[in-house]
């Protein structure tokens, strides 16, 4: 199945579980089941924006974004992580102003009932959602994934809170269990926000993928040929590496392109989205970077 189809659904689900979570605080008054609700808000407004930046990294290059758009999907995870930090923010809100002034709770055992099937359609999307993202190296779909696993979270913490309620009588426990889940969304928000910025500043591979550059580079390594220079980064699904390959000075253009072009397609293969691209330089000659120091 395609990320946007993927998307589609969550926010199919989205809706659903608003409609259940609002319906299940509507019926026991309880700002726990509230907070849950008002996350479920905050998945239907990321699955939405997810779904147009995963449309938007999909385009081809065009003449003002040459290297593609694929970079669109860090701004999706950004986005979620920006929302899930305010979702955070105002259950706190709610769950402080509720600690000092505990209400009674009704209709326990339907608002549970209502909270369970939405938390289980979320789990179960989300599972799907994070097997569909590896397989597509797509930020918007682990943005959206995890946070759909953040809202099962919520609802898991919002019935242990009622049950406890309903054993105990105790009223505060409502309140407590929104203020836990305030904290965990907010770290998962956090999360969020910063593996999309460490995507947005060009993020070199992640250490499985450089193991794997490195093994295929060894293999095609030998007295007349050997490589420097190696810079990777990752945009979106897509993965890059430029490096340097070294190889004696009396080989032709001809036998110099072909062992470079075996070198490009064993690295393509070994690391999944790849786009590989290789200065030939003579054995003998080296190429130096120097960062030129910024006017004050």
Known sequence: MHAARYLHLSIAVALATIAMKAGAWWLTDSVALLSDALESVVNLAGATFALWMVTLAAQPPDEDHPFGHHKAEYFSGGFEGLLILGAAGGIAWAALNRLWHPQPLAELSLG??????????????????????????SMALEADARHLMTDVWTSAGVVVGLLGVHWTGWLWLDAAAALLMALNIGREGYALVRAAVDGLMDRALEPQWMDALTRTLKAFSSPDVRFDHLHTRRAGSRRYVDLHMHMPPDWSLERAAAERRAVEQALMQAVPGLRASIQLLPANAEAHFFETESPP
Do not use: P
């Open 112 to 137: 549970l009932g209502l909270a369970l099937v939405s938390s289980a359609l979320n789990g179960g999307l989300a599972y799907f959602m994070l097997r569909a993202a590896r397989q597509h190296h």
